[in-house]
C-alpha cells in the first residue's frame, strides 16, 4: 500500500481495537478516573506529535518507507519469537 493509505488504514484500526477494549478496561479497573485525567491532558500531546508524524511521512519517500515498515516487522516478529 501507499505509505498514506498504509497509515490511515493503522490509524482506523487500532482506532477501532482501542474503542472496543475501552470498557473491558473500565470493568476491570485498569483504567479509572486518573487514568482518563491524565489522557485528557495529554491529548494536546497527541495533536503534536501526529502533526510531526505527517510531516515525516512527507519528506520520507515511498521506497525508504516499505523498507522501514517491513525492517520494523521482521524484529517485531523476532522479538516475539525469542
Known amino acids: ?3 498514506h493509505e498504509l497509515i490511515g488504514t493503522g490509524v482506523w484500526f ?5 474503542l472496543i ?3 473491558f478496561y473500565m470493568s476491570l479497573g ?3 478516573l ?5 489522557s485528557v491532558k495529554l491529548i494536546p500531546v497527541i495533536f503534536i506529535g501526529a502533526f ?6 512527507n519528506v520520507i519517500p515511498q521506497r525508504v518507507f516499505s523498507n ?3 525492517v520494523f516487522a ?4 523476532g522479538y516475539l519469537l525469542f
Open 1 to 3: 500500500l501507499p505509505k
Open 14 to 18: 487500532y482506532l477501532s481495537v482501542n
Open 21 to 23: 477494549k475501552f470498557p
Open 30 to 32: 485498569i483504567i479509572d
Open 34 to 38: 486518573d487514568v482518563l485525567l491524565l
Open 52 to 57: 510531526i508524524g505527517l510531516r515525516l511521512l
Open 68 to 70: 522501514l515498515i517491513l
Open 74 to 77: 521482521a524484529l517485531g516478529g
